[in-house]
């Protein structure tokens, strides 16, 4: 059974960084064709394409944030990790982790974090 | 930058066929996906590549493609279909994934 799960903090001020842990089961990045994505969502809007890590250490993301976001993985730990930097209140959202393999995208989500920006 | 475009809103009464669309110019050489997310909870894959429904979807979910635009059908849509319907696809590089703006789906 696939599951994944956002911890990180509810509240950061802005121009700090924030550090986001996806921790995940009933899979292993390793396993080919293995992605797992970071997704957003600002109250009340549409979801938003972050990042991504593969199966072999391949990474893409955002133009939008390109310069501020990375996306790093701890295999031995089963956990993916989102950094953003210089935040502002435009970032406050809920983020998702999702678990996809081949072309079969997102076909597992954690339940989401909710993360404030704001001083 | 790439971009998915949804109408905002979609109003059905129950029984009715629900039609939301999807349009990008990317499209016709990449997937389209869909999927459902109510309110407070996270999204659930409804569609993917194209055409295909994942175990657990009922039936009347359906998907379909021409040209640039892809299509979510609901056949007989039901009150508990309510939800926002996302579709999402990647740009013609492969490298970025985008999310349309979201449809809103009123079964009454």
């Known amino acids: 059974q696939i599951t994944l799960e956002e911890s990180g903090p509810a509240l950061v001020k802005p121009t700090q960084t924030l550090t986001l842990t996806c921790t995940f089961s009933?899979?292993?990045?390793?396993?080919?064709?293995?992605?797992v994505t970071w997704i957003r969502q600002p109250p009340g809007k549409a979801l938003e394409w972050l990042a991504v890590i593969h199966w072999n250490d391949d990474t893409r993301y955002t133009p939008s944030l390109f310069n501020r976001v990375s996306i790093t993985t701890d295999t031995s730990k089963n956990q993916i990790v989102l950094t953003i930097t210089h935040l502002d209140p435009m970032d406050t959202a809920t983020y998702y982790c999702?678990?996809?393999?081949?072309?079969?995208?997102?076909?597992?989500w954690g339940q989401g974090t909710l993360v404030t920006v704001s001083a | 930058s790439y971009e998915l475009t949804q109408p905002p809103s979609v109003s059905v009464s129950p029984g009715q066929t629900a039609r939301i669309t999807c349009s990008g110019d990317?499209?016709?050489?990449?997937?389209a996906y869909w999927y459902r997310q109510k309110s407070g909870q996270a999204p659930v894959l409804v569609i993917y590549e194209d055409t295909k429904r994942p175990s657990g979807i009922p039936e009347r979910f359906s998907g379909s493609t021409s040209g640039t635009m892809a299509t979510l059908t609901i056949s007989g849509a039901q009150v508990e279909d309510e939800a926002d319907y996302f579709c999402?696809?990647?740009?013609?590089?492969?490298?970025?994934?985008?999310f349309g703006g979201g449809t809103k789906l009123t079964v009454l």
């Open positions: 999702a678990h996809s393999r081949g072309t079969r995208e997102f076909d597992y």
């Open positions: 990317a499209l016709p050489k990449k997937f």
């Open positions: 009933g899979f292993s990045l390793r396993t080919t064709g293995v992605h």
């Open positions: 999402y696809s990647m740009d013609i590089s492969g490298n970025q994934g985008v």
